[in-house]
């Protein structure tokens, strides 16, 4: 027998109700989970980061461009890897063909927002730090404590250490610069030998 016949007339339409009513209390709720959910931001500098420091015992030979400026001891060159969605960044020789060093920078993010440029900041460290790379199989980790930007201050640095028992990259730094210059907040990734710390490091890029 159908079960529409064994119904009293005026109990189908509650009970249809009751029906609509249970569908669209779980899809109320469905959307609020779906709304809670923390958007995933995708990680565009550790793939790009992981081939500079491979390629850093080579002079950057396999990602270095075309000559961009040259002075008497130091020479601009593009670099064939781009971040993307951001400029791409620009290697520096110093020093003469003899006796010189390497570094690599990019430009992360120009604003005059101090909230937004702390914020990309921690974004950019995280990213970082979850960069794992090897040369010759040897893993590569990068290491370093947070430090907190404060706006009353023209400059914010991090530097990774290199956690590795890789010879050719134990005195490669890779520093997270966050500057205040020309009314605007500054983020910059660059990677160079500790011992060139005090160059411009490629200046402006």
């Given at each position: 027998?159908?079960?529409?016949?064994?119904?009293?007339?005026?109990?189908?339409?509650?009970?249809?109700?009751?029906?609509?009513?249970?569908?669209?209390?779980?899809?109320?709720?469905?959307?609020?989970?779906?709304?809670?959910?923390?958007?995933?931001?995708?990680?565009?500098?550790?793939?790009?980061?992981?081939?500079?420091?491979?390629?850093?015992?080579?002079?950057?030979?396999?990602?270095?461009?075309?000559?961009?400026?040259?002075?008497?001891?130091?020479?601009?060159?593009?670099?064939?890897?781009?971040?993307?969605?951001?400029?791409?960044?620009?290697?520096?020789?110093?020093?003469?063909?003899?006796?010189?060093?390497?570094?690599?920078?990019?430009?992360?993010?120009?604003?005059?927002?101090?909230?937004?440029a702390k914020n990309k900041?921690?974004?950019?460290?995280?990213?970082?730090?979850?960069?794992?790379?090897?040369?010759?199989?040897?893993?590569?980790?990068?290491?370093?404590?947070?430090?907190?930007?404060?706006?009353?201050?023209?400059?914010?640095?991090?530097?990774?250490?290199?956690?590795?028992?890789?010879?050719?990259?134990?005195?490669?730094?890779?520093?997270?610069?966050?500057?205040?210059?020309?009314?605007?907040?500054?983020?910059?990734?660059?990677?160079?030998?500790?011992?060139?710390?005090?160059?411009?490091?490629?200046?402006?890029?």
């Open positions: 027998m159908c079960l529409l016949r064994l119904c009293k007339p005026n109990q189908i339409p509650i009970a249809m109700r009751n029906f609509t009513l249970c569908v669209m209390m779980l899809c109320c709720v469905s959307a609020n989970a779906q709304l809670k959910l923390p958007l995933k931001t995708t990680n565009e500098i550790s793939p790009v980061l992981e081939k500079v420091i491979t390629d850093f015992p080579n002079d950057f030979a396999h990602i270095r461009g075309d000559l961009i400026e040259e002075q008497p001891s130091i020479v601009n060159y593009s670099c064939m890897l781009t971040i993307k969605g951001m400029d791409s960044g620009m290697i520096t020789q110093y020093g003469y063909e003899k006796e010189h060093s390497f570094s690599w920078k990019n430009t992360l993010l120009v604003t005059d927002n101090f909230e937004e900041y921690k974004q950019f460290y995280n990213n970082i730090k979850k960069t794992v790379t090897s040369i010759e199989h040897l893993e590569i980790k990068l290491v370093a404590d947070y430090i907190e930007p404060e706006e009353f201050k023209t400059f914010n640095i991090i530097r990774f250490k290199m956690e590795t028992m890789q010879d050719l990259v134990k005195d490669v730094t890779v520093e997270l610069n966050m500057e205040y210059e020309m009314d605007q907040w500054k983020i910059t990734v660059s990677v160079f030998h500790i011992e060139d710390a005090g160059n411009s490091l490629a200046g402006d890029n």
